[in-house]
């Protein structure tokens, strides 16, 4: 099934001053999954060539209200994700259009084709948890573009959907920040990444993480625990490993 909204591009008006917030032409596509889930597609175009675009899933496995609330809470994070990053990269193209419309000399090459692209891969979908990774690449200009990550962790508790924050997923009062720690900076130092002397513990554990039957994984981005040239980095700590500290009463529970 494929939904297309089209709102166009008021760029005149725009560059005039005359609008305070940038639109652009929608399409929307849901591309239906044999599974648990169907994909939701959004895509925007801008001045100079500028786009933006993001995909995110829909649960369909487990019809409930349940399943509605999960859903509107995935839309909510990505959608506002997206729509607030692109709406402002697409207010500075027009700017720099505006700018250099008497001479278009003055717009280099990295003026054009600045792009926003999310996309998401799901760790673990249910009726009652999910957790998703969102990993965006973004281009405005420069030698090359990069890469960050983000989470959608949800949870239905007391019938409500409620964000997963780290602490909620291991037993109260137990401090589990030190072994859990421990267990990034063995597995990171076997990736060698370089800058990890230097990493403080609120930088390992404040990262976007997601968690299924495998564990729990921590995602970091180009310039976190490594220079650019390393890449991405993905830490995941084993079940077996955390199994002992997870609250039995927490997100993780059911997967344990």
Known sequence: MTVTKLIAWPSALLLAGCLHSPE???????????????????????P???????????????PSAEQTKL????????VGHYKSAFTGMFRQAADAENEASSDPTLLG??????????????AHLSR????????????????HGNTTY?????????????PVRLAQIFKPMYLWQSPVELI??????????????????????GTAFTFSKKGLEFHYHPYT?????????????????????????????RLA
């Not at 090459?109 to 799901?122: G, K, L, P, Q, V």
């Open 225 to 253: 625990v490594g220079p650019y040239t390393q890449g991405s980095f993905r830490v995941l700590l084993p079940m077996d490993e955390i199994r002992h500290l997870i609250f039995p009463g927490g997100p993780m529970s």
């Open 71 to 78: 859903n509107k809470a995935i839309e909510n994070r990505f």
């Open 24 to 46: 652009a032409p929608e399409t929307v596509q849901l591309l239906p999954k044999p599974k648990q889930s169907e994909e939701v597609r959004m895509r925007a175009d801008g």
């Open 150 to 162: 983000f989470n959608a962790n949800y949870w239905i508790r007391n019938g409500r959907v409620e």
């Open 109 to 122: 090459a990295s003026f054009y084709d600045w792009t926003i692209e999310d996309s998401y891969e799901a």
């Open 48 to 62: 100079l060539r500028a786009k933006a675009s993001t995909a995110y899933p829909q649960l369909t496995a487990w």
């Open 184 to 205: 990034i900076r063995r597995e990171l130092k076997a990736k060698n990444a370089l800058w990890l002397k230097d990493v403080t513990r609120k930088d390992l554990l």
């Open 128 to 143: 009652w948890v999910v957790s998703i990774r969102g990993k965006r690449y973004e281009y405005t200009g420069g030698a």
